[in-house]
Structures are given as structure tokens and as C-alpha cells.
């Protein structure tokens, strides 16, 4: 069927090291990847995103990249800070999807000080 | 500009119960997504609402239902509460359903608990 799923349930690194979580998806209909960084209490806060026209788009202190012949997609974080601390969701949406998202099962980034 | 407002945060209710949660998503985002998160299923999209139409459901049973005012805000109902009913149930609005390259912006959720 189709999914969206993470390789890792839980990373732990050191703080000031670079992290790296991956994704994999199932559905190469998947045309807008987007990742988010859920907090304890909080809802999932958007972090970046990225078209599937595209291999690889940066932001500040994060990077996402693209693998459509795998169906791979992966967070890197540089110099990884204990307010990174939270759970990372990859979501897929879908042109003609609407506004539906389907989510990864989320992996768990601990910084260790 | 306020975010997405989640009413109420906490609930506590007994099996066979109805539940009815509020969302107001941020102003002038027309689109309105329920989602369901447990430790178990992760986070599993509900439905979608917009202009007042539901436009995508999830798989989930009729016991599940959502509504969308004129204003934009959302409501959905839980009925013949179960206790795997538990859950975070998060909403997150968007400017418009056609725009697919667009991120969802998500309220905290309310957490709902079935004893």
C-alpha cells in the first residue's frame, strides 16, 4: 500500500554535531514533501519543504534532500542544538490530494549536551 | 496574525459519549484538515473541509463526522466514544485546497481521553 515511513525511530547526537534523519516513501505519485518538528505538547511546526521537481532545497541551519529514484528523502540539521530536541514527521501530498497529508511515523531526535 | 486555535486543549469523557471539538484556522485560510495522532497509528489525516464542503476523508468509520461554518471554522464530532478514541486530535488550516505545493499550519491540539 501506500506509505510514507522513517528508517529510525530514535537519533541521539551530540550538540554542535550535524543530523541527519531519513524518510522513505512508497507512492511515486508523491509530488510535495514537507518536514515538521513536533514538539512534547505541541502541534507539528513546519520546517521546510520541497517540490518533486526538485533535488534539494536549504534553509537556515536545515537541508532537505530529494532521491526520486529511490524514494528517499532526508533532514539534515548543521550543528544540531539541544532546541532541536523533538520528533521529526516527514508528510507526502499529492497534486489533486487536496490539502491531505500522509505522514511518516516519525523519528525522535535527542541532543545530548 | 493568530495561529490556528484548538478549543478545548484538554478533555476527558466516557465511552458512549459524543465529543464535539472546535478549530478555527488562521485568517483568511479557507482549507481546514482534521488529523488524528496516537502512539500507535501516528498521525492519520481525518478529513478536509472547504467552503463548508468536506473534499477528503480518511478511513475512518462514520462514528467520525466534521463540519465547516461559513467563517471558516471547523468542528468534528466523535460519536459512541471508544477508548481507542484517545487521542491528539490535531487541525491544520491552508490558504486553499488547490494550491498543493503549500505547507498546512497545525493548532496544539486537543487531547482527547476516553475512560
Known amino acids: 500500500g501506500e506509505n510514507v515511513g522513517l528508517h529510525l525511530p530514535t537519533l541521539s547526537v551530540q550538540e554542535g554535531d550535524n543530523s541527519i534523519i531519513n524518510c522513505a516513501y512508497s507512492n511515486s505519485a508523491s509530488d510535495y514533501f514537507i518536514w515538521y518538528k513536533q514538539e512534547s505538547g505541541k502541534g507539528p511546526q513546519f520546517i521546510i519543504d520541497i517540490r518533486s521537481n526538485m533535488d534539494k532545497r536549504q534553509g537556515q541551519r536545515v537541508t532537505v534532500l530529494l532521491n526520486k529514484t529511490v524514494k528517499h528523502l532526508s533532514l539534515q540539521i548543521a550543528a544540531t542544538q539541544p532546541g532541536d530536541s523533538a520528533v521529526y514527521f516527514c508528510a507526502e501530498k499529492r497534486t489533486g490530494g487536496g490539502n491531505k497529508l500522509t505522514f511518516g511515523t516519525g523519528t525522535q531526535l535527542k541532543v545530548e549536551l | 496574525k493568530a495561529g490556528v486555535t484548538q478549543t478545548p486543549r484538554y478533555l476527558i469523557k466516557t465511552r458512549g459519549q459524543q465529543v464535539t471539538l472546535s478549530c478555527s484556522p488562521i485568517s483568511g485560510h479557507r482549507s481546514v484538515s482534521w488529523y488524528q495522532q496516537t502512539p500507535g497509528q501516528g498521525l492519520q489525516f481525518l478529513f478536509e473541509?472547504?467552503?463548508?464542503?468536506?473534499?477528503n476523508k480518511g478511513n475512518f468509520p462514520g462514528r467520525f463526522s466534521g463540519r465547516q461554518f461559513s467563517n471558516s471554522r471547523s468542528e468534528m464530532n466523535v460519536s459512541t466514544l471508544e477508548l481507542g478514541d484517545s487521542a491528539l486530535y490535531l487541525c491544520?488550516?491552508?490558504?486553499?485546497?488547490?494550491?498543493?505545493?503549500?505547507?498546512?499550519?497545525f493548532g496544539q491540539g486537543t487531547r482527547l481521553t476516553v475512560v
Open positions: 473541509y472547504f467552503s463548508e464542503t468536506q473534499r
Open positions: 491544520a488550516s491552508s490558504p486553499t485546497p488547490g494550491a498543493w505545493d503549500t505547507e498546512a499550519f
